[in-house]
């Protein structure tokens, strides 16, 4: 690190630094804050103050802070081969393995790989990917996209129009041509008098009423994530994702799965789709690849996809510099064997995960929360005024923040999607861990009772 002393590190960054998805001028106003170190599932600041990292970074430290051996990984590669590309007929070993590997737990339909830098890439490939597929086939007007409100799938131009926020789109001018949005899975917001499960079948029949009114000819792919996760860990009713997948089935039309968030052991499998009995045939990785101790990312790409990908299309004219960059893809092969050796999928699905789950649910026979839901170590909790009739409250973000912020104060850190806590910590946390969260939310919800009353 720099020999700076950490006490300017807050001038400078105010002066020189532009971060993502923040208000800059209340953010130099607030101070940033300096993150140092991290331990398992710490992190540290530079006054030495410890918080418990509820949410693994940004979803993605999944075998937690300060493990040597994907460093020491990385450090072999570099002293080695610190970088080559895979255009031109090259690859290194390090990407090569790294593709079999992933391969190696997609299930026997989900054969290649195509790497990226991150998520938001990793969204903006496999758009193309489809289009050029489609066309490829002889279908050159299966150009549509459909993807859901609220959803999230990167920032980029492309990865911003496939996400559903509104806040997004307004700036640029987005969504790009050929992207729609239905509705999202989110029962306790907008299921009205519906049971779950008729929510469930009524919004992924949305799908089907919007191919018919664009045209399936013209229909490429639908986009979703597993569980929603920015939009406010929104879990999809049980009924939900066989319809998806029937209709994408019988509609011909290219379903994707953005696993960057569930996939890596989130849900207590290995990817998202896998947890709900649904085969992709296409899904964007990154986050818990690497653990986010380097930036890589990527494209699973079904057998059906990559034949015509590789008999049929000719070239692929699209990827990047650091496409499969070999000290990423170290560190991804060394934080793989981690999750493999230490079982960290199966604890996620048959220890912590069910421990989690129970706890978190706790949380529901406090007044202000209208439900607790979560599947493997990712869970959202609904904040409400009235639990009784599922009111909000009337300023859903006011209310979040002020839930985080009196976490973060006690030593936690969670994130506030509008009335929503949402919680991802790393898959090595304990159950003390565990326990210690839920206790430190709880006393924010008490906060929340006794600050705001509606």
């Given amino acids: 690190m720099t020999d700076m002393p950490l006490s300017n590190l807050g001038a400078i960054d105010a002066a020189h630094h532009l971060h993502p998805f923040s208000d800059m001028k209340k953010l130099n106003a607030a101070g940033t804050r300096i993150i140092q170190r991290g331990e398992g599932v710490h992190i540290f600041d530079n006054h030495g103050r410890k918080y418990l990292d509820g949410f693994a970074g940004l979803w993605c430290v999944n075998v937690g802070y300060g493990r040597k ?56 490939t496999w758009f193309r990917m489809a289009r050029v597929y489609w066309k490829a086939l002889g ?33 640029g001018n987005l969504p790009i041509e050929g992207i729609s949005h239905i509705n999202q899975p989110y029962w306790y917001a907008e299921g009205g008098n519906l049971s779950p499960d008729d929510f469930g079948l009524k919004v992924a029949r949305e799908l089907e009423e919007k191919i018919d009114e664009l045209g399936e000819d013209n229909v490429a792919a639908f986009v979703a994530e597993p569980i929603q ?4 860990v929104i879990i999809p009713p049980d009924t939900y994702w066989p319809e998806i997948a029937r209709i994408c089935r019988e509609r011909n039309i290219l379903l994707v799965c953005d696993e960057v968030i569930c996939g890596f052991g989130r849900l207590g499998s290995w990817f998202g789709h896998q947890h709900y009995g649904v085969e992709p045939d296409l899904a964007p990785i990154a986050k818990g690849l690497s653990s986010g101790y380097l930036p890589i990312g990527g494209v699973l790409v079904s057998d059906r996809v990559a034949e015509v990908m590789v008999e049929e299309l000719g070239g692929f004219y699209h990827g990047f510099t650091y496409s499969g960059h070999p000290v990423c893809a170290a560190a991804a092969l060394e934080n793989l064997r981690i999750i493999e050796e230490e079982g960290l999928v199966e604890r996620v699905r048959d220890d912590i995960g069910p421990y989690f789950a129970q706890a978190w649910k706790s949380l ?21 005024a009235d ?13 979040g923040t002020l839930v985080r912020n009196h976490c973060l104060d006690n030593g936690l850190v969670m994130r506030a999607t509008d009335d929503r806590m949402l919680a991802s910590p790393a898959l090595i946390i304990a159950r003390s861990e565990v326990d210690e969260m839920v206790d430190t939310l709880r006393k924010g919800l008490d906060h929340l009772r006794d600050t705001v009353r509606e």
């Fill in 364 to 384: 529901e026979d406090h007044e202000v929360v209208g439900e607790a839901e979560s599947v493997g170590l990712i869970g959202g909790l609904q904040l409400a």
């Fill in 229 to 232: 996760g920015a939009g406010g």
């Fill in 387 to 399: 639990k009784s009739t599922r009111r909000r409250y009337s300023s859903p973000d006011d209310v």
């Fill in 139 to 171: 279908k050159p007007t299966k150009t549509q996209v459909i993807a859901r409100k609220n959803a999230y799938h990167g920032s980029t131009v492309a990865g911003a129009s496939l996400g559903g926020m509104k806040l997004m789109h307004e700036q």
């Fill in 69 to 124: 051996e994907i460093a020491e990984a990385a450090y072999r590669q570099m002293q080695e081969l610190p970088y080559y590309n895979t255009f031109f007929g090259t690859t290194t070993a390090p990407a090569t393995l790294l593709a079999e590997k992933i391969a190696s737990h997609t299930g026997d339909k989900l054969n290649r790989v195509f790497f990226t830098n991150s998520g938001s890439e990793a969204n903006d």
